[in-house]
């Protein structure tokens, strides 16, 4: 993914008109993604906040859940269309790769439907 996508990604997420429609998609992208992985972990966005912050909490919750339901995050990994080299990243750079992912794939499929 270029880094204009990423920049762009980021700023939807920042974005404090219109960005509503964009963070529950990608809400719902992430929870069909994880569907039988793991029992759904309830996710409250609060928009007057740094969205990301919110994001990156709620995907370790996920990720935690996968594995206390005897999952593998690769399992994850694989319906978010990640590698496997991914889980060599720190939690942190892990948990950014899924949002930016998942992110991605909103952006792109609004981007190419619209058309």
Not at 12 to 32: G, M, P, R, S, Y
Not at 49 to 54: A, N, R, S
Request: aromatic share 10%.
């Amino acid at each position: 993914m270029k880094h204009t996508s990423i920049q762009r990604i980021v700023d939807l997420f920042h974005e404090k008109t219109d960005n509503v429609q964009f963070v529950e998609q990608t809400i719902a992208q992430i929870k069909k993604d994880s569907t039988g992985l793991c029992d759904p972990v309830e996710v409250n966005i609060d928009f007057q906040e740094d969205l990301i912050p919110q994001f990156r909490i709620w995907i370790a919750k996920i990720l935690n859940e996968i594995e206390r339901a005897g999952n593998s995050v690769l399992q994850f990994l694989y319906q978010v269309d990640l590698p496997e080299s991914e889980l060599t990243r720190s939690e942190l750079n892990l948990i950014d790769a899924i949002l930016f992912r998942e992110a991605q794939k909103v952006y792109f499929r609004n981007r190419y439907q619209s058309k």
